[in-house]
């Protein structure tokens, strides 16, 4: 019975006790680095950090990281430019406002990219 338990342990078809099941995704990333910068807002710049850090750890790569941080930030702005343009019914005034907010996206993207370039090196 003994060989029977060490020819068990033994046997190629078990997985390494360090190998990860899932890799994560850009979805995943990008659910993570949300639901971690809406919970964390009241530590400024460590909140976006350590949502970058567990978001880029969750995507496996930096690349991915990297795109799951600037995509939605990307959209953001865009779709901020619009709203205030058609809020406003002037381009102009809409263009400032935009503007505006694209550097307050700006503003919460650079350590949220930090942490999550981190954390993609770290995955």
């Known amino acids: 019975?003994?060989?029977?338990?060490?020819?068990?342990?033994?046997?190629?078809?078990?997985?390494p006790p360090t190998a990860r099941a899932d890799k994560g995704?850009?979805?995943?990333?990008?659910?993570?680095?949300?639901?971690?910068?809406?919970?964390?807002?009241?530590?400024?710049?460590?909140?976006?950090?350590?949502?970058?850090?567990?978001?880029?750890?969750?995507?496996?790569?930096?690349?991915?990281?990297?795109?799951?941080?600037?995509?939605?930030?990307?959209?953001?702005?865009?779709?901020?430019f619009f709203m205030a343009t058609a809020l406003t019914g002037m381009p102009v005034l809409g263009a400032i406002a935009g503007f505006g907010a694209g550097v307050l996206v700006v503003a919460n993207v650079v350590p949220l990219l930090v942490g999550a370039v981190v954390g993609g090196i770290l995955a």
Do not use: C, E, H, N
């Open 25 to 80: 995704g850009l979805a995943t990333a990008m659910v993570w680095m949300l639901v971690l910068s809406l919970l964390l807002f009241w530590l400024p710049v460590l909140g976006m950090f350590i949502a970058g850090l567990i978001g880029g750890r969750k995507a496996g790569s930096v690349g991915t990281a990297i795109t799951a941080v600037l995509l939605p930030a990307l959209v953001v702005a865009v779709v901020m």
């Open 1 to 15: 019975m003994a060989d029977q338990i060490r020819d068990s342990a033994k046997s190629p078809s078990a997985a």
